[in-house]
């Protein structure tokens, strides 16, 4: 999975937001996690504005 490169602002609004946890935020960007919090995760950030990025793994 692709990692999302966001601002920390991003992040932080994010976490808000969705009511989660900064790891968790960090763990959805980073493609680490396929839930369906993760998922939520990745589409708001890609709304406001984070640029999708292909892994190198």
Request: hydrophobic share 35%; net charge positive.
């Given at each position: 999975?692709s990692?999302?490169?966001v601002?920390?602002?991003?992040?932080?609004?994010i976490k808000?937001?969705?009511?989660?946890?900064?790891?968790?935020?960090q763990?959805?960007?980073?493609?680490?996690?396929?839930?369906?919090l993760?998922?939520?995760?990745?589409e708001k950030?890609?709304?406001l504005?984070g640029v999708e990025?292909k892994s190198e793994?």
């Open positions: 999975m990692e999302i490169l601002k920390h602002s991003v992040k932080k609004r808000e937001e969705l009511n989660t946890s900064y790891p968790t935020v763990s959805a960007l980073f493609g680490m996690t396929d839930t369906q993760a998922r939520e995760i990745r950030a890609l709304q504005g990025v793994k």
